[in-house]
Nanobody
Framework: QVHLAESGGGSVQAGGSLRLSCVVS????????MAWFRQAPGKEREGVAA???????SYADSVKGRFTISIDNAKNTLYLQMNSLKPEDTAMYYC????????????????????WGQGILVTVSS
């Protein structure tokens, strides 16, 4: 059973930066696709960024050039570096993992990842 635990959220002014972390435990298969999703109040869940085990990444157009997904395999930790934050980035952010999906699947609206973290709030004020 894969367990995901996010940290690093909080409040920041527009133009600022935050780095989210997600510690991954309880798995032996290194071929997981790892991803970050977000959900703003009253809106549907959105795929933000995803990373395959071979290093392939995918980003939503709304964050491309501002957000970077990465992983430190030695620390079993997934990151989301968020720069140039905007008020519309305000949302609950979720870490997710799946043994079948690929990073490009989040751009096609496939959000049925098998494993999810509890979510962490990011608030960007103008």
């Amino acid at each position: 059973q894969v367990h995901l635990a996010e940290s690093g959220g909080g409040s920041v002014q527009a133009g600022g930066s935050l780095r989210l972390s997600c510690v991954v435990s309880g798995y032996e298969d290194s071929s997981l696709c790892m991803a970050w999703f977000r959900q703003a109040p009253g809106k549907e869940r959105e795929g933000v960024a995803a990373l395959d085990s071979d290093g392939t990444t995918s980003y939503a157009d709304s964050v491309k050039g501002r957000f970077t997904i990465s992983i430190d395999n030695a620390k079993n930790t997934l990151y989301l570096q968020m720069n140039s934050l905007k008020p519309e980035d305000t949302a609950m952010y979720y870490c997710a993992a799946d043994p079948v999906y690929e990073s490009s699947d989040i751009l096609a609206g496939h959000y049925e990842f098998e494993f999810w973290g509890q979510g962490i709030l990011v608030t960007v004020s103008s």
